[in-house]
């Protein structure tokens, strides 16, 4: 796949720092062919109106973040709309389902506007109502013009929704429109930032919308409901929503696990009840398969079991295995890379940066990490891509007698400097009661 230069220099300006681009990941995507036609798979599903999930399963360095943006861009091409969320102790914690709906709707998104799309998507939804009513003869000069938008918008959101939307949602949207058709845009912006979730709104943009408070937890899925549904009334395929680190859940406190794997529980429950909805969540065989995770739920366990036959898997079951790099997989990812690097000398790169000089990084890299080639994709790649810089400022430069790799401490991740001392990459200390398991309980969203 060829890359436009824009793009060419985003896929390394991230990399250079150890992060998965959002964009031109097509480019050097290497063996995730099953997975990603397993995802494509449920697109389709979603797009003929089936409310679906996945879980992607792998251990760290094994491309779940990677294959969770790469789907969300082969979603984008097939007309979704999209929302990339990641797990936080901070400001995503995932018993708290206000936050994550907070997240999920800030980060909309779309071919055309990466993030904060929700704006954009209403008002493509309102342009759609208008001129279908052109094409039926209204006249959009004529003064009760805007009162046959309004009472059109009125009549698709109780049909979307089976009169189901909470009554403050259909208040906002009523008045975002009022207030754009009377150009007070910044009120009609701070009434789409609190239908985002926004607790920040002040109380002079509420009144204009004849509401009060925030919006709760146990309120959430309903309005996550409202904009799945306006969504797809602006033309939409669908909504993919993916949920990046769920293994995050595993160091907080004992109750707090047990409400977030309560949380998911819920989510994976009434999956089926948001058609034209993906949800793509990420997590650790350790998270997935540990007491201390999904395990110790009875309830999630049993709907999110994982089998394998030997050495073969069903990709369609509810989790999708990742498995680890090995160094042939690391070499084609590198020779991709090598084809797309944004350099105006290309035939230089390409003779030196051979085949021998990518074999003897990737075992220079791994011999670091205690020969476990598996957890060491990120520190390659910024090895490799400092190579290609390298080459590309210096003439006189010969990466084959010139370049030594060294392990460079403090540009490892914490999973990094545990694999690189010999442990296990995970992030908590177990606990006495980590067996003990959770019990399930009813939320209230």
């Keep these: 796949m060829a890359l436009d230069r824009r793009d060419a ?35 389709d599903m979603a797009g003929e109106r089936e409310g679906v999930f996945k879980c992607l399963r792998g251990g760290y360095g094994c491309g779940k973040t990677f294959t969770a943006r790469l789907a969300r861009l082969d979603a984008q091409q097939r ?29 909309l998104g779309t071919s055309a506007c990466p993030r904060g799309a929700l704006g954009d998507v209403m008002d493509r939804w309102v342009g759609g109502i208008e001129n279908a009513l052109i094409e039926l003869g209204a006249d959009p000069d004529a003064s009760d013009f805007d009162a046959k938008v309004r009472a059109k918008l009125d009549e698709k959101r109780a049909a979307m929704t089976g009169g189901r939307a909470p009554e403050d949602m259909v208040r906002v ?30 109380s002079s943009a509420k ?27 602006a033309g939409y395929a669908g909504l993919v929503i993916v949920v990046d680190e769920l293994e995050t859940v595993l160091r907080a406190r004992t109750d707090t696990r047990g409400k977030s794997l309560n949380g998911l529980r ?5 999956a089926k009840d948001f058609p034209g909805l993906l949800w793509i969540f990420t997590g650790t065989p350790d998270f997935f398969d540990s007491r201390r995770g999904v395990a110790g739920l009875t309830p999630l366990h049993d709907r999110l079991k994982f089998e394998k036959q030997g050495r073969f898997v069903n990709v369609r079951q509810p989790q999708l295995e990742l498995v680890p790099f090995d160094g042939t997989r690391l070499r084609d990812v590198a020779l991709k890379l090598r084809e797309i690097y944004p350099s105006r000398e290309r035939a230089r790169i390409e003779r030196l940066v051979t085949n021998e000089l990518v074999e003897r990084l990737v075992k220079d890299v791994t011999k670091g990490f205690g020969g476990d080639v598996g957890v060491v994709p990120r520190q390659f790649l910024r090895s490799y891509v400092s190579i290609l810089d ?32 010999g442990k296990k990459p995970i992030e908590y200390e177990p606990e006495p009661d980590d067996d003990a398991g959770y019990s399930e309980t009813k939320l209230e969203w």
């Excluded at 919308?209 to 009334?233: C, F, N, P, T």
């Excluded at 819920?266 to 009434?270: E, G, L, P, V, W």
């Design 390 to 421: 390298t080459i590309d400022q210096n003439e006189d430069y010969d990466p084959a007698a010139d370049y030594q790799f060294q392990m460079d401490a403090k540009s490892l991740s914490p999973e990094e400097v545990r694999a690189h001392a």
């Design 79 to 107: 007309g979704f709309a999209t929302s990339f969320v990641v797990v936080s102790d901070n400001d995503l914690r995932f018993h708290n389902f206000h936050e994550v709906y907070q997240k999920v709707v800030s980060e």
């Design 207 to 233: 009144k204009k919308a004849e509401i009060k408070g925030d919006i709760q937890s146990k309120d959430a899925l309903a309005y996550l409901r409202g904009i799945l549904e306006i969504v797809k009334a």
């Design 266 to 270: 819920h989510i994976i429950d009434a």
């Design 9 to 43: 220099e985003h896929v390394f300006e991230q990399l250079r720092s150890g992060r998965v681009p959002e964009r031109g990941l097509d480019a050097f995507a290497v063996g995730l062919e099953r997975q990603r036609a397993e995802i494509g798979r449920l697109l």
């Design 173 to 202: 949207v009523r008045a975002v429109f009022d207030l754009k058709q009377r150009g007070e845009l910044a009120d009609a912006g701070a009434l789409v930032s609190w239908l985002s979730g926004s607790t920040n709104v002040g």
